[in-house]
């Protein structure tokens, strides 16, 4: 039997409405999801949606830009690193993710971590424009060589690209756009 495929959802940016907290608990609770990424634009917005959730599905929430008052508020939520908060705050040991967009990021974090985001790997579904950084040639030479195995394939990603990443040597895959659809 194959191992199973984990995959991340990330929160819509924009998005702020009653029903977000359900669809993230029900994400995780049905298994579809492993874990949700919560990304806001606004910092008291992900604040309020943490707010909302039960706290028995914490540990597998991770916030974007997280501050120091959030890890102390909810000490069982990771912290996703970008390149608006490259570290994270004093004495922070849980869940520690980042987002990455070079193979070269994704060496350097994965002695800091516990995984990456490297995008994006194909046509952005969220993001017009946003184009794919990666042929296929060197994504299947990274896993090969084992560098994708604490890496989690963002950007395009859909259900029937899944295999594709998993073959290619992807650790799991993360979804915005279509995650939410």
Request: with cysteine.
């Amino acid at each position: 039997m194959a191992e199973p495929f984990p995959l991340i959802a990330i929160t819509l940016p924009g998005a702020s409405s009653l029903g977000e907290a359900a669809a993230v608990v029900e994400a995780l609770d049905s298994g579809a999801f492993s874990r949700v990424h919560i990304r806001k634009d606004a910092h008291a917005d992900a604040v309020s949606l943490l707010r909302a959730l039960p706290t028995r599905i914490h540990d597998k929430i991770s916030l974007h830009n997280a501050l120091a008052a959030d890890v102390s508020e909810f000490p069982h939520i990771g912290v996703h690193l970008t390149g608006r908060t490259p570290s994270a705050p004093a004495g922070f040991t849980g869940v520690l993710s980042r987002s990455c967009h070079s193979l070269a990021e994704t060496d350097a974090f994965a002695s800091e971590g516990d995984y990456a985001f490297l995008s994006p790997v194909y046509d952005s579904l969220s993001k017009p424009g946003y184009r794919a950084a990666f042929s296929m040639a060197e994504l299947a030479r990274a896993g090969a060589e084992g560098r994708l195995g604490r890496v989690f394939a963002l950007g395009g990603v859909t259900p029937a690209r899944l295999r594709e990443l998993q073959m290619l040597g992807f650790a799991g895959a993360a979804m915005l756009g279509a995650a939410w659809k």
